[in-house]
């Protein structure tokens, strides 16, 4: 099974290249403007590899003879999320396009979920898949917003995974050993893994962005495992494996609403950008950093926390309120450097 994986990660790394060679040729570009945390000019839309690692997963369930049916509303919704994202990266789409491709995409994936036959009646069904839905695509609309500098993508997206796939094949001590094949987990890692050889670099160094279709369809393939984690054992804590940017998310759309500011229009607001912006930290530094900080509190959930409803509850909500503390404090000692970066930007 080794080989097979290190045959996976050679046809991806020559999938990438190739698309290089592609994006080259028709310009899929991504020029720096004032709100960028870069200043050269970057290959956009090498997260297709994320997607690609898909199919190959797909393709590999297929030779090995297993059943690929339960799968299939999701790898749809996926390729039709992927592919207006993509195409969003060459030319903007409305955002009222993308958006009702998000929702069929996400509702598709709660069908290869098993939401629609788990749940009843059939009204409670309704109710939770509205909140799902709401979640799920905010929820991937953050890691899209999230995506700013090299290697925060690739790094948080490992940093999601990992605690997943651990329990996925960790047998009876969690009780949810199983609940998606750990191939699928497997091979999304090893499309992380190829798309940060080109991108896990220090600033002005990354040969191309993760763009729309990276960034949205990583978080897809994220949740659609997330999704069947929750719906095996039942509970919501899980979401614990996205607390850190759903932290920084939220915060940053408070704050920009207490600024009466546009939330459609680009920023550099994120705690993540004004550490690698205003503080001049390294991209890969910040990247790492969120990383170690969400693997930290996950593996503390996993290993440490006890296997009960009402303490997966306590611990998420302490590690919430210690991250909301610390992002406040940040950003009371650091923010004023972002407003002088701003008014420079009128002179």
């Known amino acids: 099974m080794v080989w097979t994986y290190i ?18 040729k028709c310009n899929i570009i991504d020029k720096p403007n004032e709100r960028s945390s870069h200043t050269t000019i970057v290959l956009r839309g090498g997260g297709i590899i994320f997607t690609l690692s ?36 060459v030319h903007s789409l409305p955002d009222s396009l993308r958006m009702a491709v998000q929702i069929v995409s996400t509702l598709l994936m709660f069908w290869s979920v098993g939401l629609y036959t788990a749940i009843s009646p059939w009204w409670l069904m309704v109710l939770i898949v509205v909140v799902a839905l709401f979640f799920c695509v905010g929820a991937t609309n953050f890691i899209n917003f999230m995506d700013g500098i090299n290697g925060i993508t690739a790094a948080y997206s490992f940093a999601m995974l990992l605690p997943i796939l651990l329990l996925d094949v960790s047998g009876s001590k969690f009780q949810v050993s199983e609940f998606i094949e750990p191939s699928y987990l497997i091979v999304a890692i090893i499309g992380i893994i190829v798309f ?10 990354a040969k191309c962005f993760a763009g729309d279709v990276g960034s949205i369809g990583i978080a897809f393939i994220i949740l659609f495992a997330l999704g069947r984690l929750m719906l095996v054992t039942k509970d919501v804590t899980y979401i614990i494996f996205f607390l850190v940017y759903g932290v920084d998310g939220t915060l940053t759309i408070i704050h920009r609403i207490m600024l009466h500011e546009n939330l459609g229009q680009a920023h550099r607001k994120h705690a993540y950008q004004l550490m690698a912006n205003e503080l ?8 790492l950093l969120y990383m170690a900080i969400q ?25 919430g309120l210690v991250l909301v503390a610390a992002y406040v404090l940040f950003m009371k000692k650091n923010y004023h450097l972002h407003e002088a970066y701003l008014k420079s930007l009128e002179k």
Request: proline share 4%.
């Open 7 to 24: 045959i996976i990660a050679v046809l991806l790394l020559a999938a990438e290249l190739l698309y290089f060679k592609i994006a080259d």
């Open 54 to 89: 898909m199919i190959a997963w797909a393709v590999l369930m297929v030779v090995q003879g297993n059943d690929i049916v339960p799968y299939l509303p999701f790898l749809v919704g996926l390729m039709m999320i992927a592919t207006v994202s993509f195409w969003d990266d």
């Open 196 to 205: 940060s050889i080109f991108n896990f670099r220090p600033k002005g160094k």
């Open 280 to 287: 001049g930290t390294s991209h890969v530094v910040v990247s």
């Open 295 to 319: 693997l930290v509190i996950s593996l503390g959930f996993v290993y440490l926390c006890p296997n009960t409803i009402l303490a997966h509850w306590i611990y998420l909500i302490v590690a």
